[in-house]
């Protein structure tokens, strides 16, 4: 099986933010098991959003035990200032909210100079049209379907329009462009999200409060 965007073989990342801290070598080393394609790593600042998560010596443990790639979601003001440590400490794909980056095209390069994949994140409020003059720049897109700083919230039904109007984007600047989707997801819209031609989810909840995280991994992947 392959990541290649063009065979549209749809990835799943579940969030480590649901993971059980007490026990996140055991929590990742059963990502490693599943079918799980990429690990989402939600770093907040209590600054961008109204929590804190958590920081390096996280996703470096993280980093130690997984043998799948880092998707590194970072919720926080100012992420020129971290870029080079995330990439330290093993992002292997880092991901910038539009709302938190003033100079964007600048942040995107430091990421692929860093040899990262390069993700843009945009918030409910956010049209995608806003991505115009840099979806042609960008690896991925990432759609919030929650108000991101939480997990477990409902999901938002307005991100099947966005997914549609970014599809338009991407066929006309950059087939290649990954969607990733984050936030309420779970096995009642997941085939309903890739269908509408997401690539990537994201899951927190829906995986880790399942009775087996692997096999709802599983389900979402197969939705
Ligand atoms: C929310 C985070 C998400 C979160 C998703 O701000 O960006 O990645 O972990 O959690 P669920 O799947 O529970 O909505
Ligand atoms: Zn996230």
């Known amino acids: 099986m392959t990541n290649d965007p063009m065979t549209n073989v749809p990835l799943i990342a579940p969030s480590i933010l649901s993971a059980d801290f007490g026990n996140l070598q055991r929590d990742i080393e059963m990502l ?15 600054l961008f959003v109204p929590n804190i998560s958590f920081g390096f010596p996280v996703a470096e443990v993280a980093y130690k035990h997984a043998v799948k790639p880092l998707d ?47 993700g843009v994140a ?22 919030m379907s929650v108000n991101p700083g939480f997990g477990g919230q409902r999901f938002i039904e307005n991100t099947y329009k966005k997914i549609a109007d970014l599809k338009k984007l991407t066929e006309k600047y950059n087939p290649g462009l990954l969607i990733e ?16 031609g997401a690539n990537v989810l994201v899951a927190g909840s829906s995986v880790f409060s399942a009775a087996s995280p692997s096999a709802m991994i599983s389900t979402l992947k197969h939705a």
């Open 32 to 46: 490693n098991q599943s079918e799980a394609d990429w690990i989402h790593v939600d770093i907040m600042d209590g």
């Open 122 to 143: 945009i918030n409910p409020h956010s049209p995608v049209t806003l991505l115009e003059d840099i979806v042609g720049d960008l690896d991925l897109v990432l759609i």
């Open 72 to 118: 590194v979601h970072l919720m926080i003001v100012e992420p020129d200032r971290y870029l080079k440590r995330f990439a330290e400490a093993g992002a292997a794909g880092m991901t910038v909210q539009l709302e938190a980056c003033p100079n964007l095209h600048r942040t995107i390069q430091v990421i692929k100079e860093l040899g990262c994949r390069a």
């Open 181 to 196: 989707v984050d936030g309420g997801v779970d096995q009642t819209n997941a085939g309903k999200l890739f269908s509408a």
